[in-house]
Each structure stands twice: as C-alpha cells, then as structure tokens.
C-alpha cells in the first residue's frame, strides 16, 4: 500500500487553524497529544466493558512519552484502540473531523451514561506542528486482522501513507523537532509541561529519555550499579554477608519497576465519606506548593442536572495582600484546561486554591476558554451556593472554630459580598466583627448589645494604632468598635450600611459619642451657656488663624478622659469622599467633581484637661501670646497624629517646638 494525497477540510466544521495559530501556548501540544492517547486507551476500555472487543484481563494500559535527545525526536506511545488506514483517512485527513464525537455517535445507544472521551474538535492533533517540522503516526487498530499504517506529514497540506511497522495494538506519534521545538528536548521543559497538564490523568503515564552513552559513562554507571555506599561506622561491624545483602537490595532498587507521572486517581474523583484529612492537606501541599496547611475545605461532588467534582480550599493568609493569590485549576475529564476561568469560578472565588473538574464543560476549540452556555452560569452558580452553605454551617455548628478562621477568610468574605448579592444574602448571618474588646460579634450582636449607649450605630476602627488614643477612651467609658483595617474594609462600610437601612456606621475619630462627655447640668445658667459659646468661637478664630485653615471648626467639650488634650475629628462622610479620591484620584471627571471639597475637621479641646485649661486662661493674656502659639501648635498636632501620621514637614517641626517647651519647661524648674 503506497499513497499520497492533499489534506481535506470538512467544510462544515472548518476552522481558521494554521499550525502556529491555533493555540496561545506553545507547550499545548504535549496536553493535546497525551490526552489523545488517554482518549484511546477510554475508547478500548469502553468497547471491552460493551463486548465490542477483547483484551486480556491483566492488560496494563500505559502511555510512554520517550524523548531521543540526540536525534531531536519525541514520540507518544500508546496501547490503546489504534486506527485503521481508513480511520485515518476519516479522522486525520479531514481536518476537524472529530474521532471523539463519531465514536460516540457509533456507540451512543450502548455507551454508558458517563462521558469520558476527551477530545470533541479532532484539531488537537495537529497542535504537534507547532513544534514538529514532520510528524508521524504508526499504529495498528484493536479490530480482528487489521493492517498496520503509517502516516507521514511535514507540516503542509502533502501527506503519505504506507503499511505501518507496530506489531502491537496502539499508535506511536513521532514528533521531529524542528527549530520550534528544541527547547523540549531539555528534559526539565519537558517534565514542566507534562506535569502542568497530564498531573491527573486517567491513563499512567511514563517518561524515558533516551540519549546514547559514551564507553566511559556505561562502565561508570555499571561500577555504580555495583557499589554501595556505607559510613565508616557501618564499615567497623560490616560483615562479608552483611555486604552482599546491602548490595543485593540497592540491585532490587536499581532494578524497581519505575513509576508513572501522574496519579490517575486524583482525590477529587473520590467520595467524600473515602478521604481523610491528611489526604486532603497532603494534596494541597502538592498541587499549590503552599507550606501552610489551608484552613478547611468543600469538597464538590455533583452528578445532576450537571457533572462537577473538585476540592476548593480555604487557604491561610500570611498578610493581607495575599488574597489576590488565589488559584483555582480547571480540569476536564483529568486534564489541565487552565487557572482562574471566571466564566465557571465567580471572581470573588477565584480568591480560594482549588481544583474542579467538568468534564461535560463547553470549551472553545483549544480548550483554553469558554463558550457561553447557560450550562456555565448554573456551574457558577452551584460553587458559590456550596461555599455559602459551608460558611454558614462552619458559623451555625462549629462557631468557635469559625471565629478562628475569621482572620483569614473575612476579607474573603466581605469581598464576596460586595461581588455577588446572592452571596451576601446566604451568608449575612455568618459576618462577623472582630471588637476592640478581643470578641467577634455579628452586627446584631452588636447593636443590641450597645443599644443603651448608642442605638442603631456601629463605630468602628481602621488603623489599631494611629486611633488608640480613641480605642482607650472608648475602653474607659465601657464602649468597643469594630476593628475593619483591610483594604477592602473602605467599600465595605458603605456596603453595609446601604444593605443594613437605618444603621449608621462610622469611624471612632469621627463624632464624640454623648457617652465620653461629662453630663450637662440641665439647669445650667444662660450667662454659663453665653460663656462657653463665647469661648468656642474665640478659639475657632484663633486656631483658624493659627493654622490659616479657614474651614476648621473648634469646640471646646467637658470629656470624661482627663488625659486626653484634644481630638481631631473627621466627619463620616468627608472620610468617605476622601478614600473615593484617593481610590479614584486620576480620573479627570473626578478630580473636577471633588476640587472644591474641603475635609470636615473638628478640633475638640478638651476642658477637663489640666493643659487645655491652662491654655485657655493664658490665651486672654496678651504678654503670652507667643507661648499660647506654640502651645497651642503642639496641641493640635498632638491631636492630628492620632488622626493620621505627620508629614515630614509637621514631624519636624513638632520636633523642633519640644525641644523648646522642653527647655523652657527645665529653665523654670532650674530657677525654682
């Protein structure tokens, strides 16, 4: 049998393919070829489960990728359904002729409910030519009496066919590498890609690499082969057969029947009920390279209205930047698709480490993406349903071990809950807040636990250590606020309160709670009340003048914290159109809609301090102007590096103006 011919295209099906063009990563040939194989091994094992076919009952199904460094060759080697020189016709030929979907068209009446073929598109294989300057196939099919055939192509629409040389069922695909492909005949880019798509794998998969050895490299494998290493404290007590039985063993090792690559058993294709914990954090530790073990996990496992299995996992946080870090691995059938696919994974999940595998899932042509399908969006919608009833199972059952993840996963969450409304809805119950008393409450808990002190109001903390001073003088009056100090905390708030109405929500530097003031006599006199109204604007004039900033409100209050000089407040909402600014600040449209926004700045001086009063007793005093200038500077910056953190410019100068009231302080203490 000799032929030669032109490479057809089913028109029906065609595709705009060229060899380079078909697919983004060059390393995609290794998945197409392999699975190819996994695919014709599937096709044998379902034709015997049938009674379409016979093979022996302890047939071992392999695949072997074998890499001859030095003649730049790459072959795949399979021992499954093999093809006929028609099948080749049919099914190399025609280009996007599909083998996958014509056999289970043929057998769709017998073929069990499962599908497992991998392949759809038939284009796959001529992903080889990305690296390949020709390609061969030698194979011979599993049918009674079948002649081998061999099909020979270098890369442009000319083909030959001939009798083949495999005396075995099975199809070798030989790869000669050309310029392209050199880079696969290293050994470590080679088990790079075969690890990153053929990991899981139905089928095992075994690699030899293939180069020729000089006289002097054999004979110092052979003396290693006959050595054995031994330390010298071994060497005292060794015997001749203890020696014997040494090197006996290291042979048996030598000699040990080598493993495959993958493991085609992968824990997500087992029953929940079957796995163990360990086995859960050992196969995190595998795939994601992550030291620390992940918090918990779901474990998915759905056969109706569509098919999904995989593990999702909740990782541990070392910071909080790392929850961009997430990475969620697509499988179909076993088989890498691609990472973060977020028409299946709804981005806010994309958050978590996992793996799902779909095997029913509509890719695209090159398997890297998703057609649109009303299949994907119940995917999706499935997942985080699973990942909300988790939560809320965690929080309802086991709540102790829920606040102990709430460091980690809270980002998480809040994240989620701004993303995706029905999310938010499943696990609004379960959102906890971390207190600066050192307990985790729900915002229910927490308004009715605060009621009496300030009905339907949540104060809240965002940097632990700039809003001490506030935290202290919360704490001493019996109050707590929430501590919300990540990034995603700043949209959150203005979440919460829009999903929560009649809440207000609002930073603990931004009002004077009624509780941490001293209360009023309610028969105070009207002189009283025109003294402190005279006070109050006297100092608002003056601190305005003082520091040229003619939008800074003064008040001077009676607090209960003696200790405390003075607050700087910031009102909620010019907090709020800050962040925005900051969040937005080089969007033009923006920056012209904010321009003329001036933060809403309350400086509260405190009458019940010792220094304050001083101060405003001295501030009538016109010979101790310049002292109640400088006093009155240190003052408010005193209050300002509660609010924020000085620049270098105010650092400085607080600098230099303590060391003056410091040696003004020590000459009058000299003097005394």
């Known amino acids: 049998m000799n032929e030669k011919g032109n490479l057809s295209i089913n028109s029906e099906n065609f595709l705009p393919i060229i060899k380079k063009w078909l697919y983004t990563d060059k390393d995609i040939f290794v998945r197409e070829l392999v699975s190819n194989a996994c695919d014709a091994v599937t096709k044998l094992q379902k034709l015997a489960r049938m009674g379409e076919a016979e093979i022996p009952e302890d047939e071992k199904f392999e695949i072997h990728v074998v890499l001859n460094q030095d003649l730049h060759i790459l072959q795949i080697i399979d021992n499954g359904i093999g093809m006929t020189a028609n099948e080749i016709k049919k099914?190399?030929?025609?280009?996007?002729?599909?083998?996958?979907?014509?056999?289970?068209?043929?057998?769709?009446?017998?073929?069990?409910?499962?599908?497992?073929?991998?392949?759809?598109?038939?284009?796959?294989?001529?992903s080889a030519f990305?690296?390949?300057?020709?390609?061969?196939?030698?194979?011979?099919?599993?049918?009674?009496?079948?002649?081998?055939?061999?099909w020979l192509c270098e890369g442009g629409i000319d083909y030959e066919m001939d009798a083949g040389n495999r005396e075995t069922r099975g199809t070798t695909i030989t790869l000669y590498l050309g310029e392209d492909g050199k880079?696969?005949?290293?050994?470590?880019?080679?088990?790079?890609?075969?690890?990153?798509?053929?990991?899981?794998?139905?089928?095992?998969?075994?690699?030899?690499i293939v180069k020729e050895s000089t006289e002097a490299e054999k004979e110092a494998e052979q003396k290693e082969s006959n050595t054995i290493h031994i330390s010298p404290e071994e060497a005292e007590n060794l015997t001749k057969e203890d020696a014997l039985e040494k090197l006996e063993a290291k042979k048996a090792e030598d000699n040990e029947d080598p493993k495959p690559?993958?493991?085609?058993?992968?824990?997500?294709?087992?029953?929940?009920?079957?796995?163990?914990?360990?086995?859960?954090?050992?196969?995190?530790?595998q795939v994601f390279f992550d030291m620390n073990d992940p918090l918990f996990w779901i474990h998915l496992n759905m056969d109706y209205p569509f098919r999904l299995k995989g593990i999702l996992y909740f990782p541990k946080l070392v910071e909080h930047m790392d929850v961009m870090d997430g990475e969620i691995k697509l499988y179909a059938n076993q088989v890498y698709i691609a990472d973060n696919i977020k028409e299946v994974v709804p981005e806010f999940l994309l958050l978590l480490k996992g793996v799902l595998d779909c095997p029913d899932m509509p890719l695209n042509v090159s398997r890297s993406a998703l057609q649109n399908d009303g299949y994907v969006e119940k995917m999706s919608t499935y997942i985080t349903k699973k990942v909300a009833d988790k939560l809320t199972q965690l929080?309802?059952?086991?709540?102790?071990?829920?606040?102990?993840?709430?460091?980690?996963?809270?980002?998480?969450?809040?994240?989620?809950?701004?993303?995706?409304?029905?999310?938010?809805?499943?696990?609004k119950d379960a959102l906890l807040f971390k207190t600066t008393d050192g307990v985790y409450e729900t915002l229910p808990e927490y308004l009715e636990k605060n009621k009496e002190k300030h009905e339907n109001k949540l104060f809240f903390v965002s940097d632990e250590n700039l809003?001490?001073?506030?935290i202290r003088l919360f704490k001493e009056q019996g109050l707590e606020a929430a501590i919300l100090s990540t990034p995603v905390d700043k949209p959150f708030v203005s979440f919460l309160e829009y999903k929560n109405t009649g809440v207000s929500i609002q930073r603990i530097d931004a009002d004077i709670s009624e509780t941490l003031q001293k209360k009023e006599d309610t028969e105070i006199s009207e002189a009283k009340k025109q003294a402190e109204e005279h006070t109050n604007t006297r100092m608002e004039a003056f601190f305005r003048g003082l520091l040229q900033n003619?939008?800074?409100?003064v008040s001077v209050e009676d607090l209960k914290a003696e200790s405390i000089s003075a607050m700087l407040l910031l009102s909620e909402k010019s907090r709020r159109m800050l962040e925005m600014m900051e969040a937005y600040g080089n969007a033009t449209e923006l920056k012209a809609m904010?321009?003329?926004?001036?933060?809403?700045?309350?400086?509260?001086l405190n009458r019940s301090n010792g220094l304050v009063k001083n101060l405003l007793d001295m501030s009538e005093k016109e010979e101790k102007k310049e002292d109640v200038e400088m006093l009155s500077r240190h003052v408010y910056d005193l209050a300002l590096m509660s609010h924020r953190p000085l620049t270098s410019e105010e650092m400085t100068s607080f600098i230099d103006r303590s060391n003056i009231l410091l040696e003004k302080l020590s000459s009058l203490e000299a003097g005394r």
């Open 395 to 427: 929080f309802k059952n086991e709540r102790s071990v829920y606040e102990s993840f709430w460091n980690d996963i809270g980002v998480f969450i809040k994240y989620g809950c701004m993303r995706e409304e029905k999310f938010y809805d499943k696990v």
């Open 91 to 126: 099914y190399i030929n025609q280009i996007a002729f599909s083998g996958a979907t014509d056999f289970l068209a043929k057998f769709q009446e017998k073929a069990e409910q499962e599908n497992e073929i991998i392949g759809h598109f038939g284009l796959g294989f001529y």
């Open 130 to 150: 990305m690296v390949a300057d020709k390609v061969e196939i030698d194979t011979l099919s599993y049918q009674a009496e079948a002649q081998g055939a061999k």
């Open 467 to 470: 809003q001490a001073q506030y």
């Open 261 to 285: 690559l993958n493991d085609t058993t992968p824990l997500w294709q087992k029953q929940p009920k079957d796995c163990t914990d360990e086995e859960y954090k050992a196969f995190y530790h």
């Open 183 to 208: 880079e696969f005949l290293e050994e470590s880019t080679l088990y790079a890609a075969l690890r990153k798509y053929c990991s899981f794998m139905p089928v095992p998969i075994f690699v030899d």
């Open 594 to 604: 904010f321009a003329d926004v001036k933060p809403e700045e309350t400086l509260v």
């Open 550 to 553: 003619d939008s800074l409100k």
